[in-house]
């Protein structure tokens, strides 16, 4: 199975190769559109910021490639974000492929901080992803901005209010949460993402 890493101007790319690296998988990291295009499986990775990088892609074609793949695809933090239609963090149209927004975390009292950092819990699991978890499991998250629970919610958490967790439409797939940095969960969500 060949399996790509979207490489663009985002951070953690290398910590997602070494969680594939983990259960015994060697990702390509490219930004090559044809070796994109042929793998099996693609990761689109991402810390940074929603404006800057979608110029970036937009720049490159990267935006049109993205929304016209036919394989697997799983966006993580960032990469959700930009998988959705708009992005309140520099008021940025995003790839549009979860028709959604991204909104701000907008603190009600003093001891919720921004951003949510830390480890929570994901409920509500829904999806081949979530393949032989239990009810609720717990997972690594660091974002100041959040997607609504919406029709395409396949795990929800509470933090200040209920958000989406993750994401599923057609053959793409996106988690809010980092897998490669939760333990165990995220090292089964990776292996059943490469399943489904």
């Known amino acids: 199975m060949r399996v790509a890493i979207v490489k663009y101007n985002a951070g953690n790319i290398y910590s997602v190769d070494y969680a594939l690296k983990r259960i015994g998988v060697e990702a390509v990291i490219t930004d090559n559109h044809e070796e994109l295009q042929a793998a099996d499986r693609i990761i689109f990775p991402g810390v940074g910021e929603a404006r800057t990088t979608m110029n970036h892609l937009n720049q490159s074609g990267m935006d049109k ?3 016209d793949l036919k394989q697997p695809v799983l966006g993580i933090c960032l990469g959700m974000q930009l998988m959705c239609n708009y992005s309140e963090e520099g008021q940025v149209d995003c790839l549009g492929i979860f028709d959604v927004p991204v909104k701000r975390f907008v603190p009600n009292k003093h001891e919720e901080k921004v951003p949510h950092m830390g480890w929570n819990t994901i409920d509500d699991l829904k999806s081949g992803l ?7 499991e717990f997972v690594y998250f660091v974002h100041s901005f959040y997607v609504p629970v919406c029709e395409f ?12 967790a ?6 793409f797939y996106a ?3 980092h897998p490669e940095k939760s333990g165990e969960a995220g090292t089964r969500i990776l292996e059943n993402f490469l399943n489904v």
């Open 65 to 67: 490639l993205i929304k």
């Open 130 to 136: 979530f393949q032989g978890f239990s009810k609720s």
């Open 153 to 164: 919610t396949i795990a929800t958490t509470d933090y200040i209010h209920p958000f989406s």
């Open 166 to 171: 993750a994401l599923h439409k057609d053959n």
């Open 175 to 177: 988690t809010q949460f």
